[in-house]
């Protein structure tokens, strides 16, 4: 039977009391902070992540905060099955939701050369099909029950520029990008309001595991750029501000830090400039690229 498409949009209130709001990530990160944010706002939390014993405890101390967290399932989102089966137990228990946050993500950088096939097929399941998965299996129930809402997207800086050894990565956070902008049309006539977040540099666990093809991430050389790093990055706690504020305001593009901005206002408006920086960028990176990844691309060669 063809789904109903509604006409007349009641949308919902530019606030988030009573709202019924599902997250992916939630267990660290920016999705943890986000998660926080939104219950201490009086959001009822329906909440994910691949990891069951820090969701559990998560979800434990929320409610210890006396944040609402109607449910806390595990579930890895490139699974399409497991989040069909979630999205059934959080439509059965509570309806339709009001705000779908995608943030959950992983990450792994690298050349080209230096790659695995099974580094760039996991970057696509998680990044790119576990976003996907969920909003195909919780918008409709958004759109059929009339009430407008929000439907938030994590890309990244790498969805908006080209950084280096970030091929895999940005390929995934372009596609929500593009996901994100034909939504952002689709959904309107429904008072669905699109955000897409593109956060810098933000201080989170992703700092710690993140993989880089060919790279010695336990070195001193890379802890020392990784210590280099969270001296800029923003915490968890700002970019949680930044994407709530986004919300409220129904803002399409959501910035965490003003770098970003910047950068993306000099792509836009001045060309040269941009690629300008992106070179200067990328011959920094690439003069850095170290021996072993020197090295497999020369066997590939061979």
């Known amino acids: ?26 267990a660290s990160g920016i999705g943890r902070a986000t998660a926080e944010l939104l219950g201490r706002r009086g959001a009822r939390l329906h909440l994910t992540d691949v990891d069951a014993p820090r969701l559990a405890e998560f979800a434990e ?23 069909r ?8 228990v509570s309806g339709a939701m ?56 994590v890309s990244s800086a790498a969805g908006i520029i080209g950084m280096p050894w970030h091929a895999g990565y940005s390929a995934t956070k372009f596609g929500l990008r593009g996901l994100s902008e ?14 897409l977040v593109c956060p810098g540099g933000v201080d989170t666990g992703l700092t710690e595991t ?45 910035y965490t830090s003003a770098d970003i901005r910047v950068v993306h206002a000099v792509q836009r408006w001045c060309p040269p400039a941009y690629a300008l920086m992106m070179t ?3 011959r920094g990176a690439n003069r850095a690229l170290p021996a072993v990844a020197r090295a497999r691309r020369a066997d590939r060669a061979a």
């Open 280 to 282: 200067v960028l990328n």
């Open 182 to 195: 034909v939504l952002r049309f689709d959904l309107r006539p429904h008072g669905i309001h699109v955000c």
């Open 98 to 153: 009001d705000a779908v946050l995608n943030v959950a993500g992983i990450a792994i950088w690298g050349t080209v050369a230096a790659m695995e096939h099974d580094q760039w097929r996991r970057l696509v399941e998680v990044n790119l099909m576990g976003p996907i998965h969920v909003l195909e299996t919780l918008v409709p129930e958004m759109v059929d029950a009339g009430r407008g809402g929000w439907v938030v997207n």
């Open 210 to 254: 993140v993989r880089i093809a060919g790279v010695d991430t336990a070195s001193p050389a890379f802890e020392r750029a990784r210590a280099r790093f969270r001296r800029r990055a923003v915490t968890p706690e700002a970019a949680a501000e930044a994407i709530v504020r986004g919300m409220l305001r129904r803002r399409y593009w959501v």
């Open 61 to 83: 101390h929320l409610r210890a905060c006396g944040s609402t967290v109607v449910l806390a399932v595990p579930a890895d989102i490139a699974d399409y099955d497991a989040v």
């Open 85 to 92: 089966a979630l999205a059934a137990e959080v439509t059965a």
């Open 1 to 26: 039977m063809a789904r109903r498409r509604c006409t007349l949009v009641r949308s919902r209130p530019p606030d988030l009391q009573d709202a019924n709001v599902f997250l992916t990530g939630a």
